[in-house]
C-alpha cells in the first residue's frame, strides 16, 4: 500500500496519537477541537496536515509536539508518553527531540543569524565549539553560509525563515515540527522553504509534521493529512515525491 | 553561550534607556540626600570629631554638644587623678548674640570657649596652629568663612558678642554650625562673654588618654564618683554618635531621610519594572520560541534578571559619577556634603534592589511566554 519511497521503520513509529480528544471552554462555550483522532508518524517522513481554518490543525501540533495537554487519549513520542512528563520533563524532552518553526520567524532582533542559532545549542549542554560547527552547518545547510553575522533587521523574509528552520536543524532534532512554516512567503521562498524541510526528513532520517493552507506543498510532501472539524478526512500519499510542479489539488 | 540579555540591551537601548535614567535618578537622588544630611549633621558632632580628645566629661543626659549644662570645675582633678589620663582641659560652649559693624541685626551665635595653648585638644584637628595662638590675645575670636556674610564682618573688625566687644582675629574653614554659627575663642574670652554669673564652671572637660584605644573603658572608669556634683564621661566616639543621633531622630529629620528613600524607591521601582515588563512583552514570542525548543523558563529569567542587573549598574555608574561631580561643586561652594563608605553601600543596596525589584516584577510577565500561544 505504501510506495516505497521512504524507508519503512519496522519497530514503532516516531509519532503516536491515539484518541486524543481536546476541548477549549470559553465562557459557556465549549469548542470540540479535536475529537477522538488517532495518527501514526513514521521517521524520515515529510508529513503534511492541511485543511480550513480553524478546524484544529495548529492544536493537534501542540499537542503531539508536547505544548499542550490532551483532554483524553494519549501521546506517544519517541516511545515516551508525553501525558506523563511534567513541564520541566517536557521541556527537556522538547530540548533534546524537537525543533518548532512557526509562522512569525521570532528572531531576537538583537542577534545575528548565527547566534539565533547558536543560542538553543547553549542551553544542551553541547561544547562552545560543537554549538559553533552545528550552527555553521545547519546556517550551510539552509543556503546562508554567507549571511550569518546579519542582524533579522537586514534579512529578507524568506531569509529570516530559513534562520529560523536552521534554529531548529542545529538542535538535530528527531521531531521537527512546522506551523505554516510558509505563509507569510511568496511562492518563491514558500517554495525554498518546503523543499529545505523535506531535505531534511531525507538526510536527517527527521520526522517533520508541517501544517499549512498551502496546495503548491502538498506534491512535496511524503504524506497529506486532511483535516476537518477535529478529525482526519483523509490519508493519503501523493504519486511521486519529486514530480514536476503540475496538477496540483486544491 | 550568547550573550542574549547584554546584547538586547545594548542593542535595544532605547528601550532600557527610561530604566536605566529611572535608576540613575533615583541612586543619584537618594546620595546626594544622604550626602547632604550626614554633612549638616555631621556638623553637630564637629566638636568633637575635630578634636583631639578622647574622653568627653559633661552634665548627665546631655544629648548633644549644644545642649550641655555646666559641671563643677573641681571634676577636672578627679579626672586628672586617672593614671591613663594625660591631659585634661575645659570647654565652654555658650550661646550668644552677635551685633556686628554691618547691619545685620541680631544672630545668634555659638561660643566655644577653648584652651589656644599650641597642645590644646579642641579643635585640634579643624583650627589651624597660628590662628589657634591668636586666640590667646583678649578679646580675640576666630570665625567660619561661611558664616562672614551672616556676622557681617571680616578680619581685622570688631563686634559685640552679649554686649561684649570682641574682635575678629582669624577665619577659619569647616567650622560651619547647625542652626547657628560658630565663633571661637580663649577660654578667658569665653568667661568674659558670659553674663550669667551663675554658671561658673565648664560645659564639659575633654580628656586625651596615654592609650586612646582604652577610650570606652576610662570613660565608664571615670564615671562613679559623684563627690564633686554631677557629671558623666562618655568616650568620643560615643558621644560624637549620641550627638549625630539627637539630631537625626529628635529633629526628625532622620524620618525624612527614610520617607524619602522609600518614596524614591517605590516610584524608581515603578519606572523601571514597567520599562523591563515592557521589554519583556516585547520579546515574548521569541522568548516562547526558545522554550518551546526546550530553553527551560528558569534560563529565560536569568534573562531578564541579568538585564535588570545591567540596568541597576548602569544607572549606578551614571548616578555615581554625576553625584562625585555634584559633590565637588557643592564642596566648592561650601556647602557640606560627606559621603562615608556605610552611606555609599547604602545607596548601592537601594539602587541594586529597585533594579532587583523590578526584575522580579518584569520576571512574573514572563509567564505570559508560553510556547503553545504560537501555535494558532
Ligand atoms: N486557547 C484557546 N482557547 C479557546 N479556543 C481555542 C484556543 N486555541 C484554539 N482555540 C479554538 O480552537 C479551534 C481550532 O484552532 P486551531 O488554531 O487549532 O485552528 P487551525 O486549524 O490551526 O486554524 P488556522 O488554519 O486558521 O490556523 C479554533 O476554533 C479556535 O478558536
Ligand atoms: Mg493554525
Redesign the interface.
Known sequence: MHPAATTEHAGTPALLAEGISKAFISGQQRTQVLDNLSLSLDAGELTLISGPSGCGKSTLLAILSGLQKVDSGHVRALGSELGQLDMRALERFRLQHTGFVFQGFNLFPALSAFEQVELPLNHMGLSRNEARRRAQQSLEEVGLAHRMRLRPSELSGGEKQRVAIARALAKEPELLFADEPTSALDAANGQMIIDILHRIARTHGTTVLCVSHDPRLVVHADRVLAMEDGRILSDRRPPAPTAPDQGIPS | ??A?AR??L???WRRFLPAMLAVGFAGLLQLLQIALVLGIFGSTSLYITGSSADVWVGYPGTQSVGSGRTIDADVESRILMDPAVLRVEPYIWDDGDWRGPAETGGVSVFVSGIDPSANGLMFSKALPADLRARLAEPDAVVVDRSALDQLGVDIGQTATINGHQVRVVGISSGLRALGGVNVLCSLDTARQLNDDPTDSGPTYLVAKLRNPAQAAAVAVRLRGSTAFGPYTTWSAKDFAKISVRYWLFDTGAGAGVLFLAGIVFLVGAVITSQTLIAAVNG?M??Y??????????G?LRRVVLEQAFWVGALGLLGAGLLGIVLMLLARSQDVPVVLNVPAALGCIILVMGLAAVSGLAAMRSMRRAD??T???
Open positions: 553561550m550568547v542574549l546584547k538586547t545594548i542593542y535595544e520579546s514570542r521569541e516562547a520560541t526558545l522554550n518551546a525548543l526546550g530553553v527551560g523558563v534560563a510556547p503553545a504560537l501555535l494558532r
